[in-house]
């Protein structure tokens, strides 16, 4: 899903079960919004593929990907992985354009209808996270600031609804429907990116490039129920869950509901001062 300032206020985020923020061209993100317990009757506006999409979207098996289009080395790679690309360019008929939209940011459509291109494909993913009620040990978290240069993306725990309600600076985070773009978790995933060998726009923009599986690792810190947990993240295959472990070497549990994962490239500040 895009998140240029055109393509808000966007729809359905409010209903994934997680969602990625990803880095782009152009210092700008992306989402990558995962749907597997709730409907969502509008998702969008729906984009093209990245590369980094599939590090991401691996860990869940043979998830159904949906997108208009890419470049093709992207949509070559995608067609060699084990995800299931679903290219709206030859879907149509499940697009919807809501009035008020103009292109290239009105291409949407309801979960329903996306499941519906695979319907044989009812197979759950193996859980990529782990659960707990109990409040982990930790400090003070309730806010975090990340310093995407497309936005300063600002995190702020509510203790009367126990979610981190999103912001941009000091202004909401609203989706099309009115709700604030909430979480139950924020995990802050640090990440070394590069750039190319692609060009992704005619600006000049080169694609980004992440390792996210590769006998990958680096800094993570976990915000939930108003506390901090810092440690490290690892993955070594493409198709095996990111393990979140925290400084004392235990596994860092996750408060039972919506998750935000921000993929933060090192260079990006982040500042998390309470």
């Known amino acids: 899903m895009d998140n240029y300032v055109a393509a808000r206020p ?12 990803e880095p782009v061209e152009g210092g ?4 990558v919004a995962v749907f597997q317990c709730q409907n969502a009757a509008l998702v ?6 990245r590369n980094i ?9 043979h998830p159904l990907l949906v997108n208009v289009g890419g470049i093709q080395p992207v949509l070559d790679n995608i067609a060699n992985s084990p995800i299931i690309e679903n290219d709206l360019r ?40 782990q659960y707990s009620s109990t409040v982990p040990t930790g400090i003070p978290g309730t806010s975090v600031a990340i310093a995407y240069p497309g936005g300063n993306v ?12 999103r912001s941009y600076g000091s202004t ?20 070394q990116v590069t750039y190319g060998p692609w060009l992704e726009n005619d600006l000049g923009g080169l694609e980004v490039q992440a390792n996210l599986y590769q006998d990958a690792s680096g800094p993570v810190a976990v915000f939930r129920d108003g506390v901090e947990i810092t440690g490290t993240w690892s993955r070594n295959s493409l198709s095996q869950p990111t393990a979140f472990v925290s400084q004392a070497g235990t596994p860092i549990t996750l408060q039972p509901g919506r998750t935000w994962v921000e993929l933060v490239p090192s260079t990006v500040a982040v500042t998390a001062p309470g």
């Open 10 to 21: 966007q729809s359905g985020l409010d209903q994934a079960d997680i969602v990625f923020e």
């Open 28 to 31: 700008i993100t992306r989402y």
């Open 44 to 49: 969008g506006p729906i984009r093209s593929a």
């Open 53 to 61: 999409d599939i590090g991401i979207l691996g860990e869940f098996g």
């Open 90 to 129: 030859v879907n149509p008929s499940v697009i919807q354009n809501p009035p008020g939209r103009v292109a290239p940011y009105d291409t949407y459509a309801s979960t329903e209808a996306l499941w519906a291109l695979q319907p044989t494909q009812h197979t759950p993913p193996a859980p990529v996270f």
């Open 154 to 165: 600002v995190w702020t725990y509510d203790p009367a609804t126990k979610q981190y309600l």
């Open 172 to 191: 909401p985070d609203v989706l099309s429907d009115g709700a604030q773009n909430s979480a139950s978790n924020v995990i802050v995933q640090v990440v």
